[in-house]
């Protein structure tokens, strides 16, 4: 049974860097295919793909924020960690975990329950 | 890359079909076979109903169904239920290897 959660602070100041972690349990991340990336979503507004970590390390960025992400495995923990940097009120989202099983072609199958950050001074 | 575009409100009565579209270009939708459709309750976390434009995963109603011509992807929801409202959203990968979602779609039962 594949589960994700996602952790962090709830509330970080504008300029700031956010660190997320999401960890996992059911699948693991050496295996073949296998990927875990982020997704975020504004109160009230569409889902925003950011990133995403492959099993053989591919690393891809959403092309808006790309110089402010990183995206980075912990294969022994079974966690991945989401850093962004220069924190915005306008990146108020809830934040979630995705497992994608495609292996390159972005196929979210399962999901984290998601974690809210909101960004004010 | 720009969000492709659902429209903002879908409604339908109960046991009628309704259908959903996702409108990119020949750089996302229109170029691979990489659509997938989820369903988000509010307050709850999106689920995968639709991948790779009309594949369901196990565990998925038969009442959902997708395809797709040229830059436009569909999801049609037949046999509409009342548990069936909620926001739908279409995602694609897309031509520089990143993947871009839809604008999402409120789907009411009458």
């Known amino acids: 049974q594949i589960t994700l959660k996602e952790s962090g602070p709830t509330l970080v100041k504008p300029t700031q860097t956010l660190t997320l972690t999401c960890t996992f349990s059911g699948f693991l991340l050496s295996t073949s295919g296998v990927g875990v990336g982020w997704i975020r979503q504004p109160p009230g507004k569409a889902l925003e793909w950011l990133a995403l970590i492959y099993w053989n390390d591919d690393k891809r960025y959403s092309p808006s924020l790309k110089r402010r992400l990183t995206v980075t495995k912990d294969t022994s923990k079974n966690q991945v960690v989401l850093t962004m940097t220069n924190m915005d009120p306008v990146d108020t989202a809830t934040y979630y975990c995705?497992?994608?099983?495609?292996?390159?072609?972005?196929?979210?199958?399962?999901w984290g329950q998601g974690t809210l950050v909101s960004v004010s001074s | 890359q720009s969000a492709l575009t659902q429209p903002a409100s879908v409604s339908g009565s109960p046991g009628q079909s309704i259908t959903i579209s996702c409108t990119g270009t020949?750089?996302?939708?229109?170029?691979?076979?990489?659509v997938s459709w989820f369903q988000q309750h509010p307050g709850k976390a999106p689920k995968l109903m639709i991948h790779?434009?009309?594949n369901r995963p196990s565990g998925v109603s038969n009442r959902f169904s997708g395809s797709k011509s040229g830059n436009t992807a569909s999801l049609t929801i037949s046999g509409l239920q009342a548990e069936d409202e909620a926001d739908y959203y279409c995602?694609?990968?897309?031509?520089?290897?990143?993947?871009?979602f839809g604008t999402g779609t409120k789907v009411t039962v009458l």
């Open positions: 995705v497992h994608d099983i495609s292996g390159w072609y972005y196929l979210f199958d399962y």
């Open positions: 995602s694609s990968y897309t031509r520089s290897s990143a993947c871009v």
């Open positions: 020949s750089s996302d939708v229109g170029g691979y076979n990489y």
């Open positions: 790779d434009v009309s």
